[in-house]
């Protein structure tokens, strides 16, 4: 959960900036995943509302925690921090290739639609990053569990 967590604000963050410069609203891209409950419409919105920004957040989050198992799982012997952090950039490659070219269109992510391509690179990037962050601060967390520090 903290791992994929970490992972879901980072690609938002970088998607939501990817999305304004595209389209000049910060949200389009969260809303357009929403796609999977209100069709093609969603990927149109470009204002916040909880019928669009919300479900479209908690369907990204939701996707990168399951990512984050594959991930997790990977990493849990803690590999040298260069296989850590090539293991999170073919987890995100993985969540690429699945999200676009392996399940339909209707259950991609759908904020491609509202950035460049170079947005949706560093989109997935900053997921493989947020991968990296998450499982260091789960880390750290446990070091400090078993030392009896908080």
Known sequence: MVIGSVASVASTVTLSLA??????????????TSHWLWGRPAQHRRQATLRHTVPGYLIHHACSIFWALFFERATAHKPPPARM??????????????????????????????????????????FAAGLLAGRRLLDRGAGSARSGHD
């Open 19 to 32: 999305s304004h410069r595209a389209t000049g609203s910060a949200v389009s891209g969260t809303n357009a």
């Open 85 to 126: 952090a090539t293991t999170a950039a073919v987890t995100a490659a993985m969540a690429y290739v699945v999200d676009y070219h392996v399940i339909p269109s209707r259950l991609n992510p759908g904020f491609e639609q509202r950035m460049t391509g170079t947005g949706l690179l560093a989109t997935f990037a900053s």
